[in-house]
């Protein structure tokens, strides 16, 4: 399996401020994706991270609210912009290493207030 | 469009008995994949076991099974001697292979494991 860091953990922020995810892991991969899983619900694709190249945004998702940067084939952020107390959630990446290996990282817990 | 349906929202299990979770699934794709995952109060997603769309035989992981009915569109998971160590959310996702990788999620099932 792959070894997948995520920071913060979890953070609290004030309605309007901006929060940045790091994902880091511990091999090379070429597709990194962002979900989202808001309170009691299952697990949404925000978008994929491909390096080199811009992020691909699933609908309802949309780069001024989400920033991605996939900078090299191991780390990428994830932006929460101008945040709402209806971004509280979990976010999590995950890689796919193969076909049939898709790992997570441990999510970060974040709460607006 | 894709789709996952998970029909349990919660299930109870004795400890040491087995206890199976449904998945049906959507796809008109021929080549997809089914993936199961853990997820305890602490919010991390452990994978648990996969199912390709052309594997012949079902998938086993340890204490997990994976009983793929191909023509049915189901792939429920099947955990033999209950832990107390399993409760838990569990959910089932399809990938599509010519989606670019993402995942579609179920809304997942959350299962209690008595002592």
């Known amino acids: 399996s792959a070894v997948i860091s995520q920071k913060p953990s979890r953070d609290i922020c004030q309605r309007g401020t901006s929060l940045t995810i790091q994902c880091q892991v511990d091999?090379?991969?070429?597709?990194m994706f962002w979900y989202r899983q808001q309170p009691g619900q299952s697990l949404t694709l925000i978008a994929t991270?491909?390096?080199?190249?811009?992020?691909?945004?699933e609908s309802g998702f949309v780069i001024d609210k989400f920033p991605i940067s996939r900078p090299n084939l191991t780390f990428s952020t994830l932006t929460v912009s101008n945040m709402s107390p209806e971004d509280s959630s979990i976010y999590l990446c995950?890689?796919?290493?193969?076909?049939?290996?898709?790992?997570f990282g441990p999510g970060t817990r974040l709460t607006v207030l | 469009a894709q789709k996952i349906t998970q029909t349990q929202p919660g299930m109870f299990v004795q400890e040491k008995e087995a206890v199976t979770l449904d998945c049906t699934y959507d796809?008109?794709?021929?080549?997809?994949?089914l993936f199961w995952y853990k997820q305890p109060s602490s919010g991390e997603m452990i994978f648990l076991i996969y199912?390709?769309?052309?594997?012949?035989q079902n998938a086993t992981e340890g204490r997990y099974s994976l009983n793929f009915q191909k023509a049915r569109k189901s792939a429920n998971l099947v955990i033999s001697a209950s832990q107390l160590g399993d409760s838990a959310m569990y959910f089932c996702?399809?990938?599509?292979?010519?989606?670019?990788?993402?995942?579609?999620f179920g809304q997942g099932t959350e299962l209690s494991v008595k002592p």
């Open positions: 199912q390709g769309s052309y594997d012949q």
């Open positions: 796809t008109s794709d021929p080549s997809y994949g």
């Open positions: 995950s890689v796919e290493r193969e076909y049939n290996e898709q790992f």
């Open positions: 996702a399809i990938w599509i292979y010519n989606q670019g990788g993402k995942l579609i």
């Open positions: 091999s090379q991969v070429t597709m």
């Open positions: 991270a491909n390096q080199g190249s811009e992020a691909t945004y």
